[in-house]
């Protein structure tokens, strides 16, 4: 017969955004999915509540983002046999410890009833990993496999020091307002500080589904260096526009909301589902096609096309720094010979005289510089044009700019081309 706990001596059950927290990460770094949908699949079923699930979020993307570090931090006290469920919840135990304000014995004292309720660890381990793990000195680049932070030594010269530290930082929410959503939201009590490139950056006082602007399509989350994208088609108002690979049709939406009558085209019909039911929120419309941009696609040509390409996403890392865990320099190869293939696609559907923009959110050269070059060498009836003016922080990258993805912003590649 199991004899209950002595009194005072019962195990205080552990937080839920503790537990959720660690689930997700084991999900993301077992590599079975993103952090931002299972984040946001998790938490929508949980329905934790605010506090809690500002906890879970930031032990999700801080240990993601501090990974290089806390795992230098805890290896010396672990034997190559650890159990990656184990290595999970003591690496978002140690960034809590490390990072957070949370005192260091409440830390120790969650962690280990959550190993111990959850059957996730050694609770003996946890307790004394976590009571003696200190912080190892590393600076921002070494948060990054080397060829990464050299990518980015390359891109950004003088910057590129900047531009991995805010890496490290919580992404603040963007949204491109009216008006009337500005009003909405601050009457709510969210803080609205106006932003560059037509998005301001929102502190919200409730989720922001549950805010008015949201819901009557008064706002739509979107990152500068997206809305900079937008930009460089020059004025689209009153014209037709091709949004190549748009993906869930935001791109799409911001175009028609400055008047443009936009087509988007993507490969993925449940991309096709988000973007209707978005443009429906946001009371917009666009033509929506299901196609394989690697082969020909047989609509009319336009005078303004946006190719936004699928890429490694390496100017995005501070709101997906999973992908530093992931990627390799052979993935980023294979992403630009599909940029390259669909840059091609691309070509016939401007019309004569008419812009192309292509865009990427790396800042990979291969992927940005290289991709267009080579089809300014193979398609003579287009040159490399000057960009409108753009308000994001950019540098000059071959043929185009690359975004400075400091404060919140970013890291996009641009090019605006001229077809003769």
């Given at each position: ?33 993103f952090a931002a949908p ?41 034997d190559a046999g650890t ?155 009153g014209q037709r526009v ?179």
């Amino acid at each position: 017969m199991t004899r209950p706990p002595p009194p005072g001596r019962r195990p205080v059950p552990p937080n839920p955004a503790r537990d959720l927290g660690v689930r997700v990460l084991m999900r993301v770094m077992s590599g079975d999915s993103f952090a931002a949908p299972a984040l946001d699949t998790a938490l929508h079923a949980a329905q934790l509540p605010a506090r809690d699930a500002g906890l879970a979020t930031h032990l999700v993307y801080g240990t993601l983002r501090h990974h290089a570090s806390l795992r230098a931090a805890l290896t010396p006290m672990l034997d190559a046999g650890t159990h990656p469920k184990v290595w999970t919840l003591l690496l978002a135990g140690t960034f809590e410890k490390l990072y957070l304000d949370t005192p260091a014995h409440a830390v120790v004292s969650e962690y280990v009833n959550l190993a111990r309720d959850a059957r996730l660890a050694p609770p003996g381990l946890v307790n004394a990993v976590l009571r003696r793990v200190e912080a190892a000195p590393v600076s921002p680049a070494s948060e990054l496999p080397e060829w990464l932070a050299d990518t980015f030594r390359d891109a950004y010269g003088s910057q590129a020091d900047d531009v991995m530290a805010s890496f490290l930082d919580p992404q603040p929410l963007w949204l491109s307002l009216s008006d009337a959503g500005v009003a909405t939201l601050e009457a709510e009590g969210s803080l609205v500080t106006p932003g560059v490139q037509g998005a301001d950056r929102v502190e919200l006082s409730r989720p922001l589904r549950e805010t008015e602007a949201y819901r009557t399509g008064q706002a739509q989350p979107i990152n500068p260096a997206s809305l900079a994208c937008v930009a460089a088609l020059g004025d689209v108002n009153g014209q037709r526009v091709l949004d190549l690979a748009g993906g869930a049709g935001i791109k799409a939406a911001m175009l028609a909301a400055r008047g443009a009558d936009v087509t988007s085209v993507d490969v993925q019909p449940g991309r096709h589902a988000a973007a209707r039911r978005n443009l429906k929120r946001l009371n917009l419309h666009a033509t929506l096609i299901t196609h394989d941009l690697t082969g020909p696609l047989d609509v009319e040509p336009a005078a303004l096309v946006l190719l936004d390409a699928p890429c490694t996403g390496t100017g995005t890392l501070r709101s997906h720094p999973e992908i530093k865990l992931r990627l390799t320099p052979d993935g980023v190869e294979q992403a630009a010979a599909l940029q390259a293939r669909m840059l091609h696609t691309a070509a016939p559907l401007v019309s004569a005289g008419g812009t192309l923009v292509y865009s990427v959110c790396s800042v990979t050269p291969q992927e940005g510089p290289d991709v267009v070059e080579a089809f300014l060498n193979t398609h003579p009836d287009f040159r490399a044009a000057d960009l409108p003016a753009l308000d994001v922080p950019h540098v000059p990258a071959g043929p185009g700019v690359l975004t400075v993805p400091v404060d919140g912003i970013d890291g996009f590649f641009i090019a605006r081309l001229q077809r003769r």
